[in-house]
């Protein structure tokens, strides 16, 4: 079983930064793929960011050049440098891990830019 825990979120003004965690419960070294992924009211959950274990990333294109996600395997922790924020970044945003046969997912953080 792996718990994924979220924090980092709160409000910011537009053109500001953020930096979310995702700490687990274990080890991560051998999950291959992790991600943030976001989602608000009425809409689907749709990818941020993700990281393979290699290194490899990949951003959607509303987030490219502005946010930056990274993997410490030492600390069992994904983050998500958030820069540049913009109102329509405003949504919960929650980490995921992608095992064999098995998605796990944290309860996740409300990030909210508003002047």
């Known amino acids: 079983q792996l718990q994924l825990v979220e924090s980092g979120g709160g409000l910011v ?3 500001g930064s953020l930096r ?14 992790m991600g943030w992924y976001r989602q ?17 990333t990949n951003y959607a ?3 490219k050049g502005r946010f930056t996600i990274s993997r410490d395997n ?3 922790t994904v983050y998500l440098q958030m820069n540049s ?7 919960v945003y929650s980490c ?3 095992v064999v046969g ?3 997912w944290g309860q996740g953080t409300q990030v909210t830019v508003s002047s």
Not at 40 to 56: D, N, Y
Not at 85 to 91: V, Y
């Open 13 to 15: 003004q537009p053109g």
């Open 20 to 33: 979310l965690s995702c700490a687990a419960s274990r080890n991560i070294f051998s999950i291959n793929t």
């Open 40 to 56: 608000t009211p009425g809409k689907q959950r749709e990818l941020v960011a993700r990281i393979t274990r290699a290194g490899s």
């Open 61 to 63: 294109d509303s987030v």
């Open 74 to 76: 030492a600390r069992n």
């Open 85 to 91: 924020l913009k109102p329509e970044d405003t949504a």
């Open 96 to 98: 995921a891990a992608f």
């Open 102 to 104: 098995t998605d796990y």
